[in-house]
């Protein structure tokens, strides 16, 4: 990447200044600029230039020698006061004085003049690449709320961004101002000889263009030069493997596809947006292959033989939504009317992108709940003839019918079974890899292939079906407090009754904490525990020495109510039953499926992942025999490792791994550098990619406010926590053991409805904002303080300074 600028930059009021005379498309406000040394001498001088030039409100802002360098910048380390009468001589002299009370004294610093601009609707910043790396994309942050031209550059307002692809075709830009955004950076960049710019900006409401500052990016000096073309040739390929995935296929029913990164097992919660090969690999081979669909097939979902849930775009996951959507298709279901909701469902999700994390209750109705007459007819009314109706409710009926009996063998009941064998398994071996032994390499991918294999077929599998029936058990609560047969409240207090394994391990790390029990009863049982569940590169329970250092001052409660039906809840769910056809279970019935369908889903979660933690310290000892470190394993995909098996290395193996491992880390600087969108309708979501702004879902009541920690996989369990918000990007049940501290709520960047962290929250009463998505998340971050109101479904930064940890 070579920029050779045509254009000179100088201080701001200079550059400001050139700019004016050779922009067409944007306008510079009236400006005037002075030395610090002419104030001193020509104070009076200065200020009647300033009366008689100017009129209404000014800004005074700073342009010091060394705030906007080539090589380095200052930006943001001065001051600027805004809104300054013009007419007020006081005013404009305290102003002046306090621009220049931040500079170091250097005489030839300049204080800048400008005209307030009036009627913006629009204000923000645009970066003309990716500012870490040197990305070819504009990143427009802006603000099109508030009317104010500060609320960006000072970090409050409604803040948005865009991420517009160099190469986009404008006519793949909905918004006319961000297209008119887009039109005056290109021509500052033209008369700037395309040196990475940093500028800010005002939109009057009649689209008219103000510009406030522009500046060299002082880093681009340290980008890849060679990113942009990596970027140009993934972005092609791109559009060319999404074209070819939406095209109609064999099997699967829906006119196209879209591809997202929560919409089914959510990988952007689990796994993260650009996860490593290693952790990628595991996740596909565990889940997203096979394993997704076999479990719903096998409770009576429609089948979808050889179809994979998840797709990589340049190593990112994303979910192919068509193929999801097929697979909650009861099974019978004509392919008339199966194409025709395919096709509705998708329509939805493109129309209302806010919902691709909620598909399975605002998008979706994979069970026959007891609102879906007025659902369907809120949301697809027109989309089946009544005919077609008729089979789609009746085939949703007998599916719901089957998944909910109790009775015999059926998919609840063989699930648990399996998950209690796995577990009896785990027993009777070592509970966790002895990291004294030296096992040779090829006894370590041995043990790896039998742990991941009994993982598949005894683990996966069963918690797969067991988390459809917690979705399940979530829809038929939902909907039942939607008819009035039970009351939000209520509801809360039967989740908050359910004693799960998440309770079970707050209950336990207090007894260690009080001296009840010990520390080495805790590993063994809870050890394998990580809060990166795939991710090699974070520990283990086991592997940490700072879990018992401060007594937890949050646990389960010893005696937790039992939940019982009062006689009016019992008597109005039978009726809903009744009314939905639901003949093999009656309320109380219906209240015991939904417990056991919650706990057994956080059960088998907790016990497949001690196969997969177990097999993770196995490639981390594989590893050690070839002197790769676990941060070079995690480049590497498991079924490379697992080929080793069946195919000698070289004879030169270190070096042959290593330049593997390297390969596996140029393939994750081209990921971080491709900026695909969240959810991908067409091929203008590669192009322009608006970063995710979700509607966070809400656990718990009431308002509270307080300061916030963000916690990382890699963070200790010494962390003051006291009376904090909790913030974690991903809800990973490797997180429980922040439920035994006393925290205040707890916050996450990606996490759906019935996510694990959302069922941890409602079981212990804690006040959550769960799936925030990346733009709130983020302000989130560089905020000190939160407001929660639960109640009101709001969630904001309030500024302060913030902990990292």
Known sequence: MTFASIFRFGTKAETLERLSSLLHVATVPALFYFTTSDWCNNMASIIRHIQADFDGLIAVRS????????????????HSVLGVDSQNPVSIRQAIDTV???????????????????????????????????SPYYVINYDDESGRTDSITGGTGANKTVMIY???????????????ILEFTQEIESVSGSIPLDVEFGLRHDNSVCLFQARAIASHHHWDHHVSKKVVRTINQLENYYHALSQPRDGIVGDKTTLGIMPDWNPAEIIGTCPRP?????????????????????????????????????????????????????????????RKMVNAWLRRIDQQPELHDKIEFEIVQTIADFNVDDDFKQRYHGVLTDGEFDEYKSSLHFLTNNIVDLRGDKSLSVAEQCITNLAKKQGQRCLHFDVSETPSPMQCLVQIRLLLDECNKQGTL???????????????????????AISEERAAAFKYSIQTVSGELASNMR?????????????????????????????????RDDFFTDPPCRSYPDNVELFCLTRRERYDLNRLLIDGGFRQIDADSLIEYMRRAIVGREYGKFVFTRNLSDALEWMACWGRGFNLSRDDVSYLPVDFLLDTLFTSLPTDSEHYLSERVDRGRDLMATTNAVKPGYLIRDICDIHVVPVQRSAPNFIGKGKQEGRIVVLYPQSTGRIDLYDKFICIENADPGFDWIFSKPIKGLITKYGGVNSHMAIRCAEFGLPAAIGC?????????????????????????????????
């Open 63 to 78: 342009s010091a020698q060394g705030e906007d360098g080539a090589h380095f910048s200052m930006a943001g380390a001065y």
């Open 100 to 134: 220049i009370a931040a500079y170091l004294g250097n005489p030839h610093d300049q204080v800048l003049i400008q005209q307030m601009p009036t009627d913006i609707a629009v204000s923000g910043v645009v970066m003309t690449h990716n500012l870490d790396d040197g």
């Open 166 to 180: 160099h190469g986009c075709n404008p006519a793949y830009i909905e918004s006319a101002r961000i297209r008119k």
């Open 278 to 338: 290693l952790a990628v690999s595991l996740y596909r081979k565990l889940i997203t292959q096979s394993t997704w669909r076999e479990a719903r097939h096998a409770m009576g979902y429609r089948s979808i033989a050889a179809e994979e849930l998840m797709v990589l775009l340049c190593g990112r996951p994303y979910i192919d939504v068509r193929n999801s959507f097929n697979s909650f298709l009861p099974q019978g279901l004509s392919n008339t009317t199966a």
């Open 462 to 484: 069963a918690f797969a079906i067991l988390a459809r029936h917690g979705f399940v058990a979530e829809s038929l609560l939902r909907s039942a407090v939607c008819k009035g």
């Open 511 to 543: 007894a260690v904490c009080d001296g009840i029990s010990d520390s080495k009863r805790f590993i063994e049982r809870f050890g394998h525990l990580r809060p990166g569940t795939y991710d090699i590169m974070s520990l283990r329970y086991a592997d």
């Open 773 to 805: 998505g990346e733009q709130l998340f983020d302000r989130l971050m560089v905020a000190g303080q939160v407001e929660l109101d639960c109640s009101a479904k709001i969630l904001r930064p309030m500024y302060c300074n913030q902990h990292l940890v």
